[in-house]
């Protein structure tokens, strides 16, 4: 999908005229097509968030972008908490 993105930014680049740029053959119907698929892969993530939650339900405190910058290592989950003292580790 980024290389759809990108060739669209390419293109519009080689035009000095920003009416030119945008009014291009099927351009409207590509950024739509793009928009579909990234919400698909939004939902896919929303889902998959959603069973580590139902595994580990302190997640439900993280935000998504927390779980998914970080992973789900609980450690450094824990250090984007803002008081991670109040979560508690049992050794394995």
Known sequence: ???FVQQIVWEV???KNVVEATSRPRL???LENIEEQLTICEKAIAQY???KRLAVPWFYFVSSADL???GT???AV???VHN???LLFRPR
């Open 68 to 70: 998914l910058s970080t």
């Open 13 to 15: 680049e080689l035009w």
């Open 28 to 30: 409207y119907e590509r």
């Open 84 to 86: 991670p003292r109040m």
């Open 1 to 3: 999908m980024f290389v």
């Open 49 to 51: 968030l959603e069973t």
């Open 73 to 75: 290592n609980p450690i």
């Open 78 to 80: 824990s250090t984007s």
